[in-house]
């Protein structure tokens, strides 16, 4: 079965940092390239990073050089390091495979506040 594990998200100041953290399946880890999706209140969910199996990462151009994503093999995990946040960074995250399988975990919810 495949799962989408992701952490690390919580309450930070506006200019604060974060890490999220997503396990996903050793089944597929090494197979796809590895996505950071957000979603706010009715909106789409909507790409912020990718990281491949090999090319170039992207990023969404709202978020380059304040995120950077990475990826541990040894673990099956894909991170997301943000710093800089602001209230528009405020929103759940999901992370996936790219292009995105139908499934979906519990995502973890960021939240900027004074």
């Known amino acids: 079965q495949v799962q989408f594990v992701e952490s690390g998200g919580g309450l930070v100041q506006p200019g604060g940092s974060l890490r999220l953290s997503c396990v996903v399946s050793?089944?597929?880890?090494?197979?796809?390239?590895l996505g950071w999706y957000r979603q706010g209140p009715g909106k789409q969910r909507e790409l912020v990073a990718r990281i491949p199996i090999g090319g170039s990462i992207y990023y969404a151009d709202s978020v380059k050089g304040r995120f950077s994503i990475s990826r541990d093999n040894a673990k099956n995990t894909v991170y997301l390091q943000m710093s800089s946040l602001t209230h528009e960074n405020a929103t759940v995250y999901y992370c996936?495979?790219?292009?995105?399988?139908?499934?979906w975990g519990q995502g973890t919810q960021v939240i900027v506040s004074s």
């Open positions: 996936n495979v790219h292009p995105p399988l139908g499934y």
């Open positions: 050793r089944s597929i880890f090494s197979f796809y390239d």
